[in-house]
Every structure is written in structure tokens, then in C-alpha cells.
């Protein structure tokens, strides 16, 4: 039996203090590591900094979204959220299926 692929939409709050690298240059190693653990991309939109309501440090007031759409199997967004859950350039992720 082989697995089918389905479509999920991601959406990460990039945390980029202290980063010498541009916001795209984030956004396309963010994608290889995607792209690493299965996931097919097809689009990816960076929603621009945007303030928080609730700050979760008073030093981090702010944050880049980036929202990526993607495919793979059902194993898939369990792997990413493993491989980004010690990457410090992701302080929330979010990732639901289209």
C-alpha cells in the first residue's frame, strides 16, 4: 500500500534578533530543511514583520511570518515540528492541513 500525499499549509514566526543573514536568505534555509524531512513546496509567502498582542519577552516584541504551503504524507508535518523544535530562528509554529 503506498502513502498518498496531501496538502498542508504551515506558518512560522521567525524570531531573526541577533542574525546577520537577510530575512530570504531565513526563509530559503527554512525551506531545505522542509524540504529535507519529505515535504514538497509549492509556495511560499512572507507575511512581513508583524507586532504581537501579547509580547512573550519584552525584548521580542515583533516577528516575521512566513507561511509555507506544502505536500507530503501524513508523517510529514510530525517530522518538521521534530526538526524545527530546537531551531532558534522558530519561536512558534503552527501547521494545519489545506
Request: aromatic residues 8%; without cysteine; negative net charge.
Amino acid at each position: 500500500m503506498t502513502a498518498t500525499a496531501s496538502n498542508y499549509k504551515a506558518t512560522f514566526i521567525l524570531d531573526t534578533r541577533g542574525r546577520e543573514e537577510s530575512i530570504d536568505d531565513l526563509i530559503e534555509g527554512l525551506k531545505a530543511e522542509l524540504v529535507s524531512v519529505g515535504a514538497e513546496v509549492s509556495t511560499v509567502e512572507n507575511l512581513g514583520r508583524q507586532d504581537f498582542v501579547r509580547t512573550p519577552d519584552i525584548k521580542y516584541t515583533a516577528g516575521v511570518y512566513v507561511q509555507y504551503d506544502f505536500s507530503g504524507t501524513s508523517e510529514v508535518p510530525a517530522a518538521i515540528l521534530e526538526k524545527l523544535r530546537l531551531n532558534k530562528l522558530v519561536s512558534h509554529k503552527m501547521i494545519q492541513k489545506a
